[in-house]
């Protein structure tokens, strides 16, 4: 066998175990059309104390569609049908209305929800390696956007966590986990009505 032949041919193969990790990331936003998973949520002040823990799932449909579910400690649903998103307290009885664009401060979940076009609205650099993961960290170009950058961790071609720093500095981080990319997602999920008698606030 000649060596040199054959390391030039796997010279050729494109292979994400070789890309950087902003290359895995637009290979994700071309290749990711649907995605459903579960998450673990910990949000921690700029004071340092307790994390804020939570859980629950999420479904997205690019572009603009998300559904994110808080199950544990406390409910919250999150439903952006690619015009209007929707939080609603079930303890509270209360559903606040925004629309999409002004939401994408709100969780994590609703920067992946956009178009392939992440540049456009984001410098994006190489985050090294950690935790085991290649990161990309990605700076809002806006002043207005509501945090200062948020860092997404690959594992091969899977996005498995998220950091995101707010304008006040608080940070949110959440890891994800039974990932499915792709899959069929009804349309009901990202439609919303608010509950009979729940206090509607916003538009």
């Known amino acids: 066998m000649n060596l040199g032949k054959l390391a030039w041919g796997l010279a050729l193969v494109p292979t994400l175990a070789w890309a950087g990790a902003v290359e895995q990331l637009r290979h994700y936003l071309d290749n990711t059309r649907t995605l459903r998973a579960e998450f673990s949520q910990s949000v921690m002040g700029k004071s340092g104390r307790k994390p804020q823990l939570s859980s629950g799932n999420l479904a997205i449909s690019r572009p603009g569609k998300l559904r994110w579910e808080i199950q544990k400690p406390y409910p919250q649903l999150m439903v952006g049908d690619g015009n209007r998103f929707w ?40 985050g090294g390696e950690a935790e085991g993961l290649s990161w990309v960290e990605a700076v809002p170009k806006s002043s207005d956007s509501g945090f200062e950058k948020v860092r997404l961790g690959f594992a091969g071609s899977d996005l498995k966590a998220m950091e995101l720093l707010d304008n006040f500095g608080q940070t949110t981080r959440v890891h994800f986990s039974r990932i499915e990319r792709n899959p069929a997602l009804p349309a009901p999920l990202f439609k919303f009505t608010p509950p009979a008698g729940a206090d509607v606030i916003g538009e």
Do not use: R, W
């Open 87 to 126: 939080i609603y307290d079930p303890e509270l009885k209360q559903v606040t209305v925004k629309k999409m664009g002004q939401a994408i401060g709100s969780t994590p979940a609703a920067l992946l929800s956009g178009s392939s076009d992440l540049e456009k609205n984001f410098s994006l650099k190489e």
